[in-house]
């Protein structure tokens, strides 16, 4: 598949969304509410639960499944207190000494007029510089659509992972295309998706993803337990370096990014 047929494939109707992956991987998942300011953004699910023997916070990004909860969700574009939510959950993991766990999954943060009057690129700012800094764990999965700082407000990790057909990018392809065009024709979004580089193994190539998760959506539960798996793997050996040690590995990691290449 080219870029903008795995486009397609990330947002297609009836794909897992990121409460599938909570109730998949996540044991005993008790999720947690609110920002302690605004109220309470359904479009990000967070809370508590288990990994094998592990403790673990995790954060997913969340669609719906219907029209409904779509629209309960916004679609997956989070608000403002969606974020401030899940800041304050990455920082209780901190106190707690959990490692966090992400699930990314959205077109982009909400742009609506009231997210702005509530702080949204504040609050997206403050939780990529938060979570830099982070003095326990991060692991975020993009398992859908990773659409700009939106996505990235959960997926300043400590590692990432990707699903074989999710995507992952700076700006949508219908925004590049509308910019450079001024025309966001399926033509012009096709050639976009092919010069952003969106595709899972971009990610893995450029150092943005450590790993490619292969997807089988018809045996979902066992591809479930194979990411359950790694995921113990990488918090047992985060359980052997210490807090400055974890912030530098991310420090360090981000460092490799955009490396430029004259020919």
Not at 8 to 24: H, Q
Not at 56 to 68: C, N, Q, R, Y
Not at 77 to 96: D, N, S
Not at 144 to 172: D, F, H, Q, R
């Amino acid at each position: 598949m080219d870029s903008y047929e795995k486009l397609k494939t990330a947002r297609k109707n009836g794909r897992p969304t990121g409460e599938a992956y909570v109730k998949g991987i996540i044991e005993f998942p008790f999720e947690l509410h609110g920002d302690r300011r605004f109220g309470d953004d359904l479009a990000i699910m967070g809370g508590v639960g288990f990994i094998d023997k592990h403790p673990v916070t995790f954060l997913a990004m969340e669609k719906g499944t219907d029209l409904p909860s779509r629209l309960a969700r916004n679609f997956g574009c989070p608000k403002p207190e969606g974020y401030r939510k899940a800041l304050r959950l990455m920082q209780q993991a901190e106190k707690f000494h959990r490692p966090v766990i992400c699930f990314v999954d959205t077109l982009g943060a909400y742009p609506g007029a009231d997210a702005e009057e509530r702080g949204q690129g504040q609050a997206i700012a403050e939780s990529i510089m938060e979570m830099m800094g982070l003095r326990t764990p991060v692991i975020s999965i993009v398992i859908g659509e990773g659409g700009s700082g939106g996505a990235l407000a959960l997926a300043s990790a400590n590692k990432v992972m990707i699903l074989e057909n999710a995507v992952y990018s700076v700006i949508s392809p219908e925004g590049c295309a509308s910019i450079l065009w001024k025309e966001s024709t399926p033509e012009n979004v096709a050639k976009a998706a092919d010069c952003l580089h969106i595709t899972a193994q971009d990610m893995k190539n450029f150092g943005v993803a450590e790993k490619v998760i292969r997807e089988d959506f018809d045996h979902f539960d066992k591809m479930c337990a194979g990411i359950k798996l790694r995921l113990v793997d990488m918090i047992e050996e985060f359980a052997g370096m210490t807090e400055d040690e974890i912030v530098e590995q991310r420090y360090q990691r981000f460092r490799k990014f955009g490396v430029f290449d004259e020919k």
